[in-house]
């Protein structure tokens, strides 16, 4: 290892795991928190710009406020406005990059008996749109029992490696008009290294360090 790692390179490699688990999420007011205020809830439409920094671009989504309880902060979205929504934004990404994305998910205690309420959340290439991973969420109100005031939020998580400099997330509603999947908390950060190869790492260049310093 000393071969490999120069007095300096020593120093970088530990400086590399102090920041480790510090990557900050690139999705923009992922907790919904910013937009106009939804009141108890407002649907928006295709086009609608009421949710900072996310396009409503199918369908439509309920902006939800004092509707139903939050998984954070103290708004979220019902995939489900008056049909099937689809809502997305762009980020910013290194090619070759694994990124880990995570949110929370409930769905609106107002639906009917029967059917899967379901969600399916695409990353996609930007300029492609091609699909580079992707997960489907899915809710059963009258097994999960969830109400407003105890919506049991669950938190869902998957990777994707990025292919260009942008690229997308992408939320589409499968089921059903009005009564859809809810979603909070939205993240997309850098993978953080497993904590075996930080500690790794970590002991190698301490190791190397000692070693200099006879
Ligand atoms: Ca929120």
Request: aromatic share 8%.
């Given at each position: 290892m ?6 300096k390179?020593?120093?970088?490699v ?10 900050a ?21 295709t ?13 439509s989504v ?9 998984a954070?902060?103290?708004?979220n979205?019902?995939m489900s ?18 990124y ?18 379901k969600t ?14 992707s ?13 407003k ?17 942008a690229?997308?997330?992408?939320f ?17 950060v850098q ?17 190397f360090?000692?070693?200099k310093?006879?």
């Amino acid at each position: 290892m000393a071969n490999i790692f120069g007095q300096k390179g020593g120093a970088i490699v530990l400086a590399m795991v102090a920041v480790a688990g510090a990557h900050a999420n690139l999705v923009n007011n992922g907790s919904f928190e910013l937009g106009t205020n939804p009141g108890s809830f407002t649907t928006v439409t295709t086009g609608g710009s009421n949710i900072t920094g996310w396009n409503v671009t199918s369908g439509s989504v309920d902006y939800i406020g004092t509707y139903w309880q939050s998984a954070d902060g103290s708004r979220n979205v019902d995939m489900s406005g008056s049909s099937l929504g689809r809502l997305s934004q762009s980020f910013a990404t290194v090619a070759g990059v694994l990124y880990d994305v995570t949110f929370a998910y409930s769905a609106n205690p107002d639906s009917p008996n029967g059917g899967l309420r379901k969600t399916d959340v695409n990353i996609r290439e930007t300029d492609t749109s091609n699909l580079l991973s992707s997960l489907q969420v899915t809710w059963d109100v009258p097994t999960e029992g969830n109400t407003k005031t105890n919506m049991k939020w669950k938190t869902a998580s998957f990777s994707f490696v990025a292919v260009d400099a942008a690229t997308t997330i992408q939320f589409d509603s499968l089921a059903t008009n009005s009564f859809g999947i809810a979603v909070d908390d939205v993240k997309v950060v850098q993978a953080v290294p497993e904590p075996a190869t930080i500690a790794g790492l970590g002991m190698a260049a301490i190791a190397f360090l000692r070693r200099k310093k006879k």
